[in-house]
């Protein structure tokens, strides 16, 4: 769910907030200013909310965007690791570089490959549960050294 936009209610008002991890306990964690505001400033803890899967991107643009992973080599030829976002309210269900699945571990919307030479012209195709595919070459996947975390 890394990366999509859910619309959640907590009887005040509806709000939406991007995925920024997966919590695989289950539940919904928010930051303290989105708690506030769903939740109309109750004391920390549990809540009951309806939560729905929006159809918006996160991110200001049109169309799947492939970016590489904060933090992660980028010019490694043996070694990448790129995600895609603004899929909407489709999930990702795989990703392959010239034609080798990526490693996937379920936390970040990432997927690892190893092997190479890994060059600029390889080209990323993610696939997404509707069926459907975004295929794009790895030199324009973003390059964002900068982790950006939402509340």
Same mark, same amino acid.
């Given at each position: *769910? /890394?990366?999509?936009? !859910? #619309?959640? $209610? /907590?009887?005040?008002?509806?709000?939406?907030?991007?995925?920024?991890?997966?919590? !695989?306990?289950?539940?919904? $964690? !928010?930051?303290?200013?989105? +708690?506030? %505001?769903?939740?109309?400033?109750?004391?920390?803890?549990?809540?009951? /909310?309806?939560?729905?899967?929006?159809?918006?991107?996160?991110?200001?643009?049109?169309?799947?965007?492939?970016?590489?992973?904060? $933090?992660?080599?980028?010019?490694?030829? +043996? =070694?990448? *690791?790129?995600?895609?976002? @603004?899929?909407?309210?489709? *999930?990702?269900?795989?990703? #392959?570089?010239?034609?080798?699945?990526?490693?996937?571990?379920?936390? %970040?919307?990432?997927?690892?490959? %190893?092997?190479?030479?890994?060059?600029?012209?390889?080209?990323?195709?993610?696939?997404? @549960? $509707?069926?459907?595919? =975004?295929? #794009?070459?790895?030199?324009?996947?973003?390059?964002?050294?900068?982790?950006?975390? +939402?509340?």
């Amino acid at each position: *769910m /890394c990366g999509h936009v !859910l #619309t959640v $209610d /907590c009887g005040h008002g509806s709000l939406d907030v991007i995925v920024v991890n997966s919590n !695989l306990g289950g539940g919904l $964690d !928010l930051y303290a200013s989105a +708690w506030e %505001q769903a939740t109309g400033n109750a004391p920390p803890g549990e809540t009951k /909310c309806s939560v729905q899967l929006s159809g918006s991107n996160p991110i200001q643009g049109e169309g799947p965007r492939c970016y590489y992973a904060p $933090d992660s080599e980028m010019d490694n030829a +043996w =070694f990448r *690791m790129v995600g895609v976002f @603004n899929v909407g309210a489709r *999930m990702v269900t795989g990703a #392959t570089l010239n034609g080798v699945a990526g490693a996937f571990n379920g936390v %970040q919307p990432y997927f690892a490959f %190893q092997g190479g030479p890994i060059g600029g012209d390889g080209q990323v195709v993610f696939s997404f @549960n $509707d069926g459907s595919t =975004f295929a #794009t070459l790895l030199r324009d996947c973003v390059r964002e050294q900068a982790k950006q975390m +939402w509340s």
